[in-house]
């Protein structure tokens, strides 16, 4: 996540939040497929939506058991 997170920033492209509240399901595009197959190869007129904080993820991931 974080190296996805510092290649779009390096690339110039902004992280707008769009948060979620605890338990909250996740969203998606109902035509992020569609968007893929025409996709621009530098994300032109795509938003990147950033809905984790990495520190958020990180507890998630330390405190995984199987």
């Known amino acids: 996540v974080q190296?996805?997170?510092e290649l779009l920033l390096s690339a110039g492209?902004?992280?707008?939040?769009?948060?979620?509240?605890?338990d909250e399901p996740a969203h998606?595009?109902?035509i992020c497929e569609d968007c893929a197959r025409r996709g621009s190869a530098n994300l032109d007129n795509f938003v990147v939506l950033e809905q984790?904080?990495?520190?958020d993820?990180?507890?998630?991931y330390?405190?995984?058991t199987l």
């Open 3 to 5: 190296v996805v997170r």
């Open 13 to 22: 492209k902004k992280m707008v939040w769009h948060g979620r509240s605890r």
């Open 28 to 30: 998606y595009c109902s």
């Open 52 to 55: 984790y904080k990495t520190e």
């Open 57 to 60: 993820l990180m507890q998630v």
């Open 62 to 64: 330390d405190q995984f």
